[in-house]
């Protein structure tokens, strides 16, 4: 069994960066992706980025990349998305998701840390 927990949320301004954290406990040695969401105010989930077990650093997703990295310390045990230039409409909830070596999906969830961005 895996737990997620997000830390490292706040109010920032817009341009500012911030790094959050997703710390595992647990079989974290059995997790085989770790991946970040975000759900702004009355908007779909989005994907954000994913780490894999065998890299060091992650891929955030299309237009991200050139803003958001996702990396890891300790094994699976603790993973990082470093944020910056952050936008007011970046404002979400941000969760970590994780997928295990024995199923084919994320499977198992964080409750997410709050990130505001005011302009």
């Known amino acids: 069994q895996v737990q997620l927990t997000e830390s490292g949320g706040g109010p920032v301004q817009a341009g500012d960066s911030l790094r959050i954290t997703c710390t595992a406990s647990g079989r974290s040695v059995s997790i085989y992706s770790l991946a970040w969401f975000r759900r702004a105010p009355g908007k779909e989930r989005e994907f954000v980025g994913q780490?894999?077990?065998?890299?060091?650093?992650?891929e955030a997703s299309g237009s991200l990349m050139d803003r958001f990295t996702i990396l890891k310390e300790n094994g699976m045990n603790k993973t990082h998305l470093e944020m910056k230039h952050l936008r007011p409409e970046e404002t979400a909830n941000y969760f970590c998701?994780?997928?295990?070596?024995?199923?084919?999906?994320?499977?198992?969830w964080g409750r997410g840390t709050q990130v505001t961005v005011s302009s």
């Open positions: 998701a994780a997928r295990m070596v024995e199923s084919p999906k994320y499977n198992v």
């Open positions: 780490i894999m077990r065998t890299s060091d650093v992650g």
